[in-house]
T-cell receptor, first 111, second 113 residues
C-alpha cells in the first residue's frame, strides 16, 4: 500500500530539547517537503529536497534541520532554537507533475 | 515576495446553499492547485488548472483559472455536510520546475444540516 507515513502522530517537547519527526514514503518520489500549519495561517514551507543528499531552506527554516540520506526518508528535527514549535507538521512528496501527496501529520506541543 | 491570498477565511452555509472561495496571486502562475483538508486530517489534492481561462468540474465542484492566470475560484453547488473542511489554493514559485508551492491561508467551510 503506497503512501507517506509520518510518526509519531503526537509529540511533546520539553524546554531545550531537540525532537525529530519521521517521514517515510514508498511512492518513489524524488521531491519531499516539510510544511508547518498553524491555525488560520495556511501551510508554510520549512525545508524541501529535490533529490537524495540535497535539500534547500524554505520560508521558515530557522530552528529546524533536515537530512535526506535515503530517497524514502526525510526526517525533520525541531531544535531548541525554535522558540515557538507548537504546530501541526505535514510532510509531503511529489512526482514530476508537481502535485503534492501529504502524510497524516504530526502535532507537536510544548510541555 | 510571492503571495497567494485566499478569501473568505471562514464560510458558514446551510446545507443546500452554494459556496465559493477565491484565490489571488501577486504574480502570474504557471498553474494553480486546490486541496481539501477535512477536520483533523491532512490536505488532499483535488485538481490542477494550467490553461488561461480553464474551467474544470468535479460533480458539484467547479474550478476556474482566470484569464490572466493570477486568480482562481472554487464553487460548490448545493453544499452537503460531506463538503465540510478547509479548502486551500496553491501556486508554484516563479520559475520553479518543481513542486514548491505557496499556499493560501485556506477557507474553512462549515455546513449546517
Amino acid at each position: 500500500d503506497g503512501g507517506i507515513t509520518q510518526s509519531p502522530k503526537y509529540l511533546f517537547r520539553k524546554e531545550g530539547q531537540n525532537v525529530t519527526l519521521s517521514c517515510e514514503q514508498n511512492l518513489n518520489h524524488d521531491a519531499m517537503y516539510w510544511y508547518r500549519q498553524d491555525p488560520g495561517q495556511g501551510l508554510r514551507l520549512i525545508y524541501y529536497s529535490q533529490i537524495v543528499n540535497d535539500f534547500q531552506k524554505g520560508d521558515i527554516a530557522e530552528g529546524y534541520s533536515v537530512s535526506r540520506e535515503k530517497k524514502e526518508s526525510f526526517p525533520l528535527t525541531v531544535t531548541s532554537a525554535q522558540k515557538n514549535p507548537t504546530a501541526f507538521y505535514l510532510c509531503a512528496s511529489s512526482p514530476p507533475d508537481r502535485l503534492l501527496f501529504f502524510g497524516s501529520g504530526t502535532q507537536l506541543s510544548v510541555l | 515576495g510571492q503571495q497567494v491570498m485566499q478569501i473568505p477565511q471562514y464560510q458558514h452555509v446551510q446545507e443546500g446553499e452554494d459556496f465559493t472561495t477565491y484565490c489571488n496571486s501577486s504574480t502570474t502562475l504557471s498553474n494553480i492547485q486546490w486541496y481539501k483538508q477535512r477536520p483533523g486530517g491532512h490536505p488532499v489534492f483535488l485538481i490542477q488548472l494550467v490553461k488561461s481561462g480553464e474551467v474544470k468540474k468535479q460533480k458539484r465542484l467547479t474550478f476556474q483559472f482566470g484569464e490572466a492566470k493570477k486568480n482562481s475560484s472554487l464553487h460548490i453547488t448545493a453544499t452537503q455536510t460531506t463538503d465540510v473542511g478547509t479548502y486551500f489554493c496553491a501556486g508554484p514559485s516563479r520559475g520553479s520546475t518543481l513542486g514548491r508551492l505557496y499556499f493560501g491561508r485556506g477557507t474553512q467551510l462549515t455546513v449546517w444540516p
